[in-house]
Nanobody
């Protein structure tokens, strides 16, 4: 079993930056691919970024490519999402997720992730 706890959300002006963290429990964290997803009010949960192959492969949604960076520190059982040049449309609850199988096919699909955190709110004002 893996437990995930996100932190680092908050209110920021457009153009600003935030760094989200996701702390994971469990001894096998380093072998789990990790993803970040977000859900805005009235919308479905959508893929943001993912890190696979023990960090060798990263994937991003087109809407955040070049602005967001996903990384992980296996020694600290933590995955990060650095968010720069934030826009009002980035406003959402951000969730981290873990997948038991290190298979990159379907990295963007919420159904392929087995464990989820409770989410952290990110609000970007214009």
């Amino acid at each position: 079993q893996v437990q995930l706890v996100e932190s680092g959300g908050g209110l920021v002006q457009a153009g600003g930056s935030l760094r989200l963290s996701c702390a994971a429990s469990g001894r096998t964290f380093s072998s789990y691919p990790m993803g970040w997803f977000r859900q805005a009010p009235g919308k479905e949960r959508e893929f943001v970024a993912a890190i696979y192959r023990a960090g060798a492969s990263t994937y991003y949604a087109d809407s955040v490519k070049g602005r967001f960076t996903i990384s992980r520190d296996n020694a600290k059982n933590t995955v990060f999402l650095q968010m720069n040049s934030l826009k009002p449309e980035d406003t959402a609850v951000y969730y981290c997720a873990a997948r038991r199988i290190d298979r990159s096919a379907g990295y963007y699909n919420t159904g392929n992730y087995n464990y989820w955190g409770q989410g952290t709110q990110v609000t970007v004002s214009s």
